[in-house]
């Protein structure tokens, strides 16, 4: 069976800081895609990576996966507290769906 | 704007009282996917339709079944719920012409409380 981790799975961190999350799966694929959720609310499309190397950037967001080491990031630069949520991995092997442990992010003043 | 329609936004049932919770989408998009998910948790896949073809996660309880009349429209039927089954509920759909999956696309959410 398929395993998506996320690390860490709670992230606390000022505004101004820059930090990554994590997202390591178990087997070949390369389609992965990135959501956020806001609390009581459904998931909101962030980015789409479609290929080894594939690099993505929103505002103060940049995703990036790497098929080889079946690892994607989801850089934070500059954090602030609007970017509050829980970010979810998904990765797509073509014929299953998984998403990840999710990470829930709280950013600090 | 094309989207994805989910009705009613909160349900409240009774223990062991049948509900309907219904999706649609304006996308004309051929796969549609229902999945649960708990608190704190990751939205876990109920089951989805590949234009008509029904698909069912090996784990999904039988209490739930699903219907999709036409490509516009999927239904989540829950024959008897439990307090186990208290949930957001999420709807979502995809097009794809390589695979099974694809970019999905997500409706608001139906929050289930079963009293």
């Known amino acids: 069976e398929l395993k998506v981790e996320q690390n860490p799975l709670f992230l606390s961190m000022q505004e101004g800081k820059n930090y990554t999350i994590y997202c390591n799966y178990s087997?070949?694929?390369?389609?992965l895609y990135w959501y956020r959720q806001d609390p009581g609310k459904s998931l909101e499309s962030l980015f789409v990576?479609?290929?080894?190397?594939a690099v993505k950037q929103e505002g103060r967001l940049m995703a990036s996966l790497d098929t080889k080491a079946r690892l994607s990031t989801l850089h934070i630069t500059a954090a602030v507290h609007d970017l509050s949520a829980t970010y979810f991995c998904a990765v797509d092997t073509g014929n299953q769906f998984y998403f990840g442990t999710g990470t829930s992010l709280t950013v600090i003043p | 704007d094309a989207m994805v329609i989910q009705n009613p936004r909160y349900q409240v049932t009774q223990f062991g009282k049948p509900v309907t919770l219904s999706c649609s989408q304006t996308?004309?998009?051929?796969?549609m996917y229902w999945y649960q998910q708990k608190s704190s948790q990751a939205p876990k896949l109920l089951f989805h339709y590949y234009d008509k073809d029904f698909n069912n996660e090996a784990d999904t309880p039988d209490n739930f079944q699903s219907r999709r009349p036409n490509t516009s429209f999927c239904f989540l039927d829950i024959r008897s719920p439990g307090l186990g089954d208290a949930a957001m509920y999420l709807c979502a759909t995809s097009r794809d012409t390589r695979g099974l999956t694809g970019e999905q696309y997500f409706g608001p959410g139906t929050r289930l409380t079963v009293t």
């Open positions: 996308l004309n998009h051929n796969v």
């Open positions: 990576l479609l290929s080894n190397g």
């Open positions: 087997t070949t694929s390369d389609r």
